[in-house]
Structure formats: C-alpha cells, structure tokens
C-alpha cells in the first residue's frame, strides 16, 4: 500500500526544524491524527470487509508492534471506522498506512484541529445518515473506554469523552424522528404501494422500537425477539405483535415488507430464508449486513442496505446553529489539545514529587512531637511551597524535550527521581 497515495485533511504548515529547536513549536509534543473509512470514502462491501477485519486483538497486536504510537483509538459504527492515533512522529503514520486494509484512497488522513473537529461532528450526528442522531456518542463514549495507550495519562480518552459531552450539549435528547429508524420508515413506505402493509422489523432494541413506533398508525407490525419480549405497554401502544425470531420464516410468509433492526449473525438471512410466491422489500440497517446481498438475484425481492439509505437520503443540509455551536466546542478542545498533548508528562512527574513529599511529612512526623493543628497546616503549606519551587525548572525542561526514545529516556529519568525509594525497616 501507498503512503502518499491518502489524501490529507487540514493545514499541512511549514516545514520542521530540528527537533527540539526553537523554531519548530511542535517538536516538544506528540501528533494527533483521524483517519477515516466510511461510507464518505468507499461502498459499502469495503467498509464492511474493513469493518471485520480491523478487530480489538488486531488493533491491539499493532499497538504493541508500534512503539513509535503512544495512543490509538477504534470507533466503529453502521457508516464508519475510525482510527485516532497519538504518535511520536509523522513517520509512525507511514507504518499504520502500510498495514491498515483498504484501498489508499479510500482512508481519509486528518490532523490535529481537522481531526478534532471532524470527531465532534460525528459524535453529534452530524456525520450520520440520520443527521444529529443519538446513538453515536454512546458509540464514542464506548470508543474511550477502550484506548489503547502507553501515554503516563491517557489524552485520546479525554478527547473522545468531551466529544460525546459536547454532543449531549448541543442535542439533550434526540427525537426518534432524527434516527435511521425514521428515515428506513419513509423509505419502507414510499415503496410498497399497498396501504397498511404488513412489516416484520427483526430485532427488539432501540432501533426496532423505533421502527414499530413510527410504523404504527401506518402499518401492521411484527416485531421478533430473540430472548426477551418487547414491554406489553409497548405491544399495546404500538400496535405490533411480538414473536420469537425462530418464526421468521412464517412470519415472512405473509409480510410486504421486513427491517432487520439487529445483528443476528454474519449475513444470516439469504434467500433460502424468503418466500417466493409474493413482492418482497427488505431493508438492511446492518454493517456487517443481515441479509446477504445475494437475495436480490430473486426477482420477488428488493433489497435497500445502508448504501443505498446513504446515497439517496438527500443528507445535504445548510449550516445551523447546532452546527455552530459544535464547531465552537471543538475550537475550544482543540485549543486545549496542546495542553493534553504536553501536560501528561508534566502532571505524572508532579504526582512523583507530591507523593515523595507526603512520604517524608508522615516519615518525619513521629520526630515533631506535639504540635497543633494550625502548625500541622504551616508544615503542609511549607512543604507544598518547596516542592512547587523547586519542581518549576524540571518541569520547563520537561515541556521542552522532543518526542521519540531520547526524550522519554529523559522524561521516565526525570519521574524515577522522584520515586519515593524503599525504607530500612
């Protein structure tokens, strides 16, 4: 695979100086980058070809090849994968493209602002099929929780968190009308001619709610379980039936239409599964598919997957002040990036020296004898002052080295010398 060949978002800037000079600003902190794979960029048998191959051990097995990588983050979701990676140089970006699947030019390469900014809006839907739905940043949350790092704090988590917070800001509650469930809807009813046609949505989660919620003044619904029931509430408010997923061919016998709202296997309805006699449309809201895209040489099936949703959903929308707002979030985390990015070094050697400081104030306090509390408080406000002034030079020199194995050689050099080191009993 080509490494020039990705195309790059966002200000590529000057050249660089030597690292370590002062004429180069960058060279005393690490690089953040977001590559994109999506339905932006490649159809949908590539994304989802990338999609399974791309898993937690595989991600994992790279980390620990790269030790030029401090950080790396997967987020998954039906229209994405995204990669965001904290490296030590831009050379450690060569090694990721050599071995990440995909056609070149289908990865789209951001950096530092541009991929901050492209996280927040995908966070907030407003990269999504269903502009500014919800469960993206549940996904985002879920992405942070599972960083890959070797960074002394990790920066990618604090990142992909506020993301999703800045998401809850400017989308407290999303309505199911700005879903894929409600976009699926319309689609499934502007195709079957029939009034009140008869729907199998396939899945009981929050996807298939939705879907039997926005279908049931306008059609009569069957929604399959696979282990627990829908609420009878719901049942009542609905409309819908409920029946177990084990009789989905039955039930399909006699149905105009089905949405498959839930992963339930690897492609696992074909066309051996469909009835024949009758007009058929599915609708596919997996990636990885449900329904193997081979039922559409069946000539009493019409098949519509995330592509087809993707491409003809008319996405395009003038800029609001949503959007606004979360450009204005994610200029305010991106100014705190260069914090992030230098600070974690600073703060882990801060926590050596506080607790250097603690050991030795309770080391020494069986010698002080009886004092009082005001006294205790001048010891810990002395003793605070001290390490504070004496921690300013080190913690200078820390910010200014470069990045790369000579820089952390000095920086864990630097925390050992804090270490509170062993007592004689």
């Known amino acids: 695979m080509s490494a020039t060949s990705l195309p790059s978002v966002g200000p590529a800037g000057p050249p660089s100086s030597a690292p370590g000079s002062e004429a180069d600003p960058r060279a005393s902190r690490y690089r953040l980058y977001g590559l994109e794979f999506s339905l932006n960029t490649t159809a949908l ?24 990588t401090e ?22 970006l060569d090694r990721w493209r050599e071995v990440l699947p995909g056609a070149p030019n289908s990865w789209r390469v951001r950096e530092e602002g541009a991929a901050v900014h492209h996280l927040f809006r995908v966070a907030a839907g407003r990269e999504s099929l269903a502009r500014g739905e919800g469960e993206v940043r549940h996904q985002v949350r879920a992405a942070g929780r599972r960083v890959h790092s070797r960074h002394p704090r990790p920066v990618l988590r604090d990142l992909l968190v506020r993301a999703a917070e800045a998401a809850d800001e400017v989308c407290p509650s999303v309505p199911s009308s700005q879903s894929i469930a409600a976009i699926a809807t319309e689609r499934l009813l502007n195709m079957v001619a029939r009034p009140h046609p008869r729907v199998v949505v396939i899945g009981s989660g929050t996807v298939g709610r939705q879907v039997a919620e926005n279908l049931s003044k306008r059609a009569r619904v069957t929604l ?11 049942l009542r ?60 040489e069946l000539s009493n ?3 519509v997957d995330l592509e087809e949703l993707y491409l003809t959903a008319g ?17 305010a985390c991106t100014e705190r990036l260069e914090f992030w990015l230098l600070e974690p070094w600073v703060a882990s050697l801060r926590r050596a020296a506080e607790e250097l400081r603690r050991s030795e104030v309770v080391h020494a306090r069986p010698f002080l004898g009886s004092i009082t509390p005001d006294q205790e408080l001048a010891i810990e406000r002395l003793t605070e002052r001290l390490v504070a002034r004496l921690m300013l030079p080190p913690t200078q020199h820390l910010r200014a080295l470069p990045p790369g194995p000579e820089g952390d050689r000095q920086r864990r050099w630097a925390l050992d010398l804090f270490r509170t080191p062993p007592r004689d009993p």
């Open 45 to 68: 048998d590539a994304l989802e070809r990338l999609a399974r191959s791309i898993t937690r051990e595989q991600l994992h097995t790279w980390f620990i090849r790269f030790r030029g």
């Open 71 to 92: 950080e790396v983050a997967l987020l998954t979701t039906c229209h994405r994968v995204e990669l965001f990676l904290l490296l030590r140089s831009a050379q450690e």
């Open 224 to 234: 399959l379980f696979h282990k627990n029931p829908p609420d009878v509430s719901f």
């Open 237 to 296: 408010a609905t409309g819908a039936q409920a029946e177990r997923f084990e009789r989905l061919g039955k039930v399909l016998g006699r149905a105009d239409a089905a949405v498959t709202a839930a992963k339930f296997g690897d492609r696992g309805l074909h066309a051996t599964d469909l009835p024949r006699d009758h007009p058929l449309l599915l609708i596919d809201l997996g990636m990885p598919r449900n329904i193997d895209p081979d039922v559409r």
């Open 301 to 303: 099936v019409r098949l």
């Open 315 to 331: 996405r395009a929308h003038p800029s609001d002040e949503v959007d606004a707002r979360v450009g204005e979030l994610a200029d």
